[in-house]
């Protein structure tokens, strides 16, 4: 039986609403340990292939009050910045009251798994806080925004370390070599129950469904894109082009205006209209 992707919403979501499997995914991410988490009330997958797929993002609370977000984005829609940054601050504000102290805001952390590159930086793995430039000294820990870009993990594939429960989390989201899942599924139990939750869908008809309905949308979303991007380039050869031509004219206009050739002389012996050009 073929394997399903990981990383699509439906799969991901069957798979990390289990609050044990997600506690190991994120402890794997982030630089502080979570001891305890629970899941957002509204955490919901559809049931059939009618539903709307609904809320694909997962939030969840610490022990400690902090929330977190996790999502995956396969599309690039060159927007994440903008995007993750006004959904991080829909959620630290989340529930806050006027009237409450500020200090009650608690630390606020989204996590982006991403099927495309979105910085030239070379690690896979960028997090972003609130620092002084000069100093580099953190301002707050409430703002963490992390970046995870799966295309450049895989061209480290060669260099991997087991030993790094990212690492083990990434190769089964990501890789499709069976010897090496079979490995970190071996290594790892947390691993092992996300690879038996993943062949568990394959067998649920309304989730596998969703999954596939959630398939296509992706790859139109994509296609859709790429369109875009392609038709993009294709305007701005022709406008440049145009621009050339125009910046030509008017440099042939000058130079005969230099040597005092009217306007109208102009368009007589090239074609060019000078009023045109201005």
Same mark, same amino acid.
């Given at each position: ?6 990383? *699509?919403?439906? $799969?991901?979501?069957? !798979? ?17 340990? @979570? ?22 993002? @997962? ?8 929330? !977190? ?43 982006? %798994? #991403? ?6 930086? $070379? ?8 620092? +002084? ?7 707050? +820990?409430? %703002? ?9 993990? =895989?061209? #480290? !594939?060669?260099? !991997? ?17 069976? =010897? ?9 139990? *947390? ?33 859709? =894109? ?29 130079? =005969? ?22």
């Amino acid at each position: 039986m073929e394997r399903l992707n990981p990383l *699509n919403d439906v $799969a991901f979501k069957t !798979i990390f609403t289990d609050e044990v499997l997600l506690k190991s995914l994120l402890n794997a991410i982030l630089d502080f340990e @979570i001891s305890s988490i629970r899941l957002a009330e509204n955490e919901v997958l559809p049931v059939t292939k009618d539903d709307k797929l609904g809320i694909l993002d @997962i939030k969840a609370y610490t022990d400690l009050g902090e929330k !977190i977000n996790i999502e995956v984005q396969l599309a690039n829609q060159y927007n994440i910045s903008e995007r993750i940054l006004y959904y991080w601050s829909k959620l630290f504000t989340a529930g806050f009251k006027k009237s409450r102290d500020y200090k009650e805001l608690t630390r606020t952390v989204s996590i982006s %798994l #991403l099927g495309y590159n979105v910085n030239n930086e $070379a690690d896979f793995h960028s997090c972003y806080q609130l620092l +002084n430039r000069k100093t580099k000294k953190l301002l707050t +820990n409430k %703002l963490e925004i992390h970046f995870i870009e799966t295309l450049k993990f =895989m061209k #480290l !594939i060669e260099n !991997i370390d087991l030993k790094n429960p990212l690492h083990r989390w990434l190769i089964f989201l990501k890789s499709e070599d069976k =010897m090496l899942l079979e490995e970190v599924a071996a290594l790892d139990k *947390n691993i092992a129950e996300a690879e038996e939750k993943l062949f568990a869908l394959n067998l649920d008809k309304n989730l596998k469904e969703a999954y596939d309905a959630r398939e296509r949308e992706i790859n139109d979303e994509i296609t859709r =894109m790429r369109g875009a991007r392609d038709e993009g380039k294709e305007e701005g050869k022709r406008e440049g082009k145009k621009e050339g031509k125009r910046e030509g004219q008017k440099e042939i206009v000058e130079a =005969m205006r230099k040597h005092g050739v009217t306007d109208e002389d102009i368009k007589k012996m090239t074609g060019i209209d000078p009023s045109e050009l201005s």
